[in-house]
């Protein structure tokens, strides 16, 4: 079955960064568009970045344009989220997705992703 590690979160002061990999097994990755989603406590978990299959199409939440930058290795089967000048409202609990099928488009819907990771925390001191 289709399996998505991440990797990569911790506790970082404002204006830090960090970069958060997800390691994907069970699929053809690169296949799949790939996104990463946030959950903070008492929130709906919501779109952060997305990525096309080839790497071509990428998409953000407009809170982290400009400062996330969402990438891939396919011969990796990885999928990265580099993040800077972070905010304390950043964070949250990350999670990695792949798309529901093969060659779909890079979406930002959380029903458009049928497999998740376990998520990694990231928190962001003021």
């Known amino acids: 079955q289709v399996q998505l590690v991440e990797s990569g979160g911790g506790l970082v002061q404002a204006g830090g960064s960090l970069r958060l990999s997800c390691a994907a097994s069970g699929l053809i990755f690169s296949r799949y568009a790939m996104g990463w989603f946030r959950q903070a406590p008492g929130i709906e978990r919501e779109f952060v970045a997305t990525?096309?299959?080839?790497?071509?199409?990428?998409y953000y939440v407009d809170s982290v344009k400009g400062r996330f930058t969402i990438s891939r290795d396919n011969a990796k089967k990885t999928v990265y989220l580099q993040m800077n000048s972070l905010k304390p409202e950043d964070t949250a609990v990350y999670y990695c997705?792949?798309?529901?099928?093969?060659?779909?488009?890079?979406?930002?819907?959380?029903?458009?992703?049928?497999?998740w990771g376990q998520g990694t925390q990231v928190t962001v001191s003021s």
């Open positions: 997705a792949a798309g529901r099928s093969e060659f779909g488009r890079a979406t930002m819907g959380v029903a458009d992703f049928g497999s």
């Open positions: 990525i096309g299959w080839s790497g071509g199409n990428t």
